[in-house]
């Protein structure tokens, strides 16, 4: 069994190859990731089999797409020196601990997950009916597992899955042997984002801010953002804690300008359009680096491949490993065995 040598614990997480991500996707998440580097040995992935889960009638984009998410992590601060960065499905032995993994888990598991429930219920434009669409929690675990992965930053919605993963890495333990560390899920603190238009920030809503959207879209954006609706007119006082336009301001601004917007609107002393304005400055002066980051990566595409490609070489590695152990457990390795037994003449 392979022993690691490196002593920061490891961390593992993904996200779907959605194309460009926005501003939700980096308070979520990417944000998260860009601080943990140092703390931890990190691999991060673009699963793309994941998108297959969903979308499989159309893989026209999932490509493309993968790209464009790896390009806005390393403009976010992803640096491939101090984390191995790669997209799924050119580490193929996921498919093979998945199918593994697969063997042991049992159907009541799946039905039970949360997201499986509610996405069969919501989603109705799709036939999720599939075998894949079940089985993508063990998917998630063969990511997580492979790398035997000691943390894995998560959302609220996505604690199940973790706790899903612990349960499968407990089930193969006890048939073949340990090999499985059981992953902990570190809540990733992520704070209110709503889009445009008041509810969530998501792409499937149309409301979103791209971290590529260049200042004057992000301006126009914000123009037409919705605000605490019982500001009518520019003499009606307004309330922060209600308007999205706040909710920005807590995430984005700094503590004085915070302080204007408070004083400012629940006085009504200062209009939205100016506020909006503010909240246009701080995220302005977030996204500009990134892009002027992703600019180098757009002038020379390949560039952002090899960062790919050496990724997938250091993520193929450490999976052969797992691979060999969770073969030598199940007693399938690949080594020849004469028929009288690992010792025999
Ligand atoms: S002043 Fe700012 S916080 Fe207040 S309602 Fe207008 S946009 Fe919202």
Request: hydrophobic share 35%; charged share 25%.
């Amino acid at each position: 069994m392979t022993i690691s040598t490196n002593l920061r614990k490891r961390v593992l997480s993904g996200m779907r190859p959605t194309g460009k991500l926005h501003l939700g996707n980096y308070v979520g998440a990417l944000d998260n990731w860009v601080r943990m580097q140092d703390a931890y040995e990190c691999f991060f992935c673009v699963v793309d089999w994941h998108a297959l889960t969903t979308d499989y009638a159309d893989t026209s984009q999932v490509k493309q797409n993968s790209v464009e998410v790896a390009l806005d992590w390393l403009a976010a601060g992803l640096d491939p020196e101090k984390s191995v960065i790669f997209i799924q499905s050119h580490v193929p032995a996921h498919a093979e601990l998945h199918l593994l993994l697969s063997m042991i888990t049992p159907l009541g598991w799946l039905e039970r997950v949360p997201t499986y429930k509610e996405q069969r219920e919501n989603i109705k434009e799709k036939d999720l009916g599939t075998y894949g669409f079940l089985g993508y929690p063990v998917l998630q675990a063969a990511d997580i597992l492979m790398y035997k992965a000691d943390v894995v930053p998560v959302g609220e919605d996505q604690v199940p899955h973790v706790e899903l993963t612990r349960e499968i890495a407990r089930r193969f333990n006890n048939f073949y042997g340990e090999v499985f560390p059981e992953p902990t899920a570190l809540l990733t603190p992520s704070p209110k984002l709503p889009g445009t238009d008041g509810r969530k920030m998501s792409k499937s809503y149309g409301n979103t801010i791209l971290l590529t959207d260049p200042e004057p879209v992000v301006r126009q954006k914000l123009k037409t953002m919705v605000t605490d609706p019982a500001r009518v007119r520019r003499s009606d006082p307004g309330n922060p804690d209600v308007c999205p336009v706040g909710d920005l301001h807590k995430i984005f601004s700094d503590r004085a300008t915070l302080d204007k917007v408070y004083a400012g609107c629940r006085s009504a002393g200062i209009g939205c359009i100016e506020c909006k304005g503010w909240a246009a400055d701080a995220l302005v002066k977030l996204l500009h680096p990134m892009q002027e980051r992703r600019k180098k990566f757009e002038e020379n595409p390949r560039l952002a491949w090899d960062i790919l490609e050496a990724g997938t070489e250091k993520a193929r590695k450490a999976a052969a490993e797992t691979m060999n152990d969770v073969r030598e457990a199940m007693g399938m390795s690949l080594a020849y065995e004469s028929p009288a037994g690992k010792d025999g003449k």
